[in-house]
């Protein structure tokens, strides 16, 4: 029987592929983020999981050597890399503040090409994959090639692995010890709606805007300014939209006058037998999104938002203020989504086992 396989999690965040690869069965002996906001969510949830605070520029091979044991050329270790992606997104971002995040995947390559770890993970928003103008993706690709490792790539739907949102993303597995691999298959599950997650129905309580949940299950919702729950109240439940009061000269927005056709969402409700949009940094907000409950007069909350990018109920998340625990949530991989990308790497690697 082949041994059990062992990842390095880098850029780890809040561990949500952390936690997605060690539901797979994958022991994951290390997570590496230069955040420090990052550190009590991940240690409270991941103990059996090194986390390794510093900026990867600074980190030496030798050194995550020491500190994690893993050595080079095992065909059973997994490097998984999912930095920022600050500069490959759509949403207008300061690239000037993200230009760092443009080259963190060659220092991931750096790390591989030291280890050789027998497969490899990479996650990131779908810009990686599409800017033409810049071909760091393209270099990586090239290096694997003149690695031997084979690969599989492209843009996935989250929602087709088993999250109940709409969440594009770019994903590459990649092996050195296989002749073939493959990012999991798509399965379109029509069950997988805001409906079947969250709601009275699903141990979420009705709340208020303004809302503290001082347990850790944080059922917690930003406070909304009068006007808002106006707009809130006004807009229809199960996918309504701020169209219904562009007419109402107190609650239109001046920058959306006479442009209904521009930023649809925001403001708008989730409908429950939909998949939910895609969870962003700031999906607590009502004005960043089409993140107003399907029902309640406000925007969904911290658990809410965390359980549609399918962490465990029972995930703890630690942070200074709403909007940094916001962001943790917005930032991770879906623990599902992870798992089933590790239940693929962990069939891949038993089955080259059992033919030798």
Same mark, same amino acid.
């Given at each position: 029987?082949?041994?059990?396989?062992?990842?390095?999690?880098?850029?780890?965040?809040?561990?949500?592929?952390?936690?997605?690869?060690?539901?797979?069965?994958?022991?994951?002996?290390?997570?590496?983020?230069?955040?420090?906001?990052?550190?009590?969510?991940?240690?409270?949830?991941?103990?059996?999981?090194?986390?390794?605070?510093?900026?990867?520029?600074?980190?030496?091979?030798?050194?995550?050597?020491?500190?994690?044991?893993?050595?080079?050329?095992?065909?059973?270790?997994?490097?998984?890399?999912?930095?920022?992606?600050?500069?490959?997104?759509?949403?207008?971002?300061?690239?000037?503040?993200?230009?760092?995040?443009?080259?963190?995947?060659?220092?991931?390559?750096?790390?591989?090409?030291?280890?050789?770890?027998?497969?490899?993970?990479?996650?990131?928003?779908?810009?990686?994959?599409?800017?033409?103008?810049?071909?760091? $993706?393209?270099?990586?690709?090239?290096?694997?090639?003149?690695?031997?490792?084979?690969?599989?790539?492209?843009?996935?739907?989250?929602?087709?692995?088993?999250?109940?949102?709409?969440?594009?993303?770019?994903? $590459?597995?990649?092996?050195?010890?296989?002749?073939?691999?493959?990012?999991?298959?798509?399965?379109?599950?029509?069950? $997988?709606?805001?409906?079947?997650?969250?709601?009275?129905?699903?141990?979420?309580?009705?709340?208020?805007?303004?809302?503290?949940?001082?347990?850790?299950?944080?059922?917690?919702?930003?406070?909304?300014?009068?006007?808002?729950?106006?707009?809130?109240?006004?807009?229809?439940?199960?996918?309504?939209?701020?169209?219904?009061?562009?007419?109402?000269?107190?609650?239109?927005?001046?920058?959306?006058?006479?442009?209904?056709?521009?930023?649809?969402?925001?403001?708008?409700?989730?409908?429950?037998?939909?998949?939910?949009?895609?969870?962003?940094?700031?999906?607590?907000?009502?004005?960043?999104?089409?993140?107003?409950?399907?029902?309640?007069?406000?925007?969904?909350?911290?658990?809410?938002?965390?359980? $549609?990018?399918?962490?465990?109920?029972?995930?703890?998340?630690?942070?200074?203020?709403?909007?940094?625990?916001?962001?943790?949530?917005?930032?991770?991989?879906?623990?599902?989504?992870?798992?089933?990308?590790?239940?693929?790497?962990?069939?891949?690697?038993?089955?080259?086992?059992?033919?030798?």
């Amino acid at each position: 029987m082949c041994g059990k396989m062992e990842a390095i999690d880098f850029f780890c965040g809040a561990g949500g592929m952390t936690c997605g690869m060690s539901q797979s069965g994958i022991d994951v002996l290390a997570g590496i983020d230069n955040d420090p906001n990052c550190r009590e969510t991940y240690e409270i949830n991941n103990p059996n999981s090194e986390f390794i605070e510093t900026d990867i520029h600074e980190l030496s091979e030798e050194e995550l050597a020491r500190v994690t044991g893993i050595e080079k050329d095992d065909d059973s270790l997994l490097f998984i890399g999912c930095s920022p992606c600050q500069f490959w997104t759509k949403i207008n971002t300061c690239k000037s503040k993200s230009i760092e995040s443009k080259n963190l995947l060659g220092e991931f390559q750096r790390f591989v090409s030291w280890f050789r770890p027998g497969y490899i993970v990479i996650e990131n928003v779908p810009g990686l994959l599409n800017n033409k103008k810049e071909n760091v $993706l393209s270099g990586f690709l090239h290096f694997l090639d003149g690695e031997s490792y084979v690969y599989d790539h492209g843009i996935v739907n989250a929602n087709h692995h088993g999250v109940p949102q709409n969440r594009k993303r770019y994903l $590459l597995t990649a092996t050195r010890v296989s002749d073939d691999i493959r990012i999991p298959e798509e399965k379109y599950d029509k069950n $997988l709606t805001v409906r079947k997650y969250i709601g009275v129905h699903n141990g979420f309580d009705v709340v208020a805007d303004g809302h503290k949940d001082k347990t850790n299950f944080m059922h917690t919702t930003a406070f909304l300014s009068e006007k808002n729950k106006k707009r809130i109240r006004k807009t229809p439940a199960n996918g309504g939209t701020r169209l219904i009061w562009k007419d109402d000269a107190e609650l239109q927005i001046d920058a959306y006058r006479g442009k209904d056709n521009i930023f649809k969402d925001v403001y708008g409700r989730m409908f429950w037998d939909k998949p939910a949009p895609t969870i962003t940094t700031r999906f607590n907000s009502l004005s960043n999104g089409r993140f107003g409950h399907p029902e309640e007069p406000r925007a969904i909350s911290l658990r809410e938002g965390a359980t $549609l990018q399918t962490f465990p109920k029972t995930y703890i998340f630690r942070g200074s203020r709403e909007a940094s625990i916001a962001r943790l949530i917005g930032n991770a991989v879906p623990p599902e989504l992870a798992r089933r990308i590790g239940n693929s790497i962990r069939k891949n690697y038993e089955t080259v086992n059992i033919r030798s």
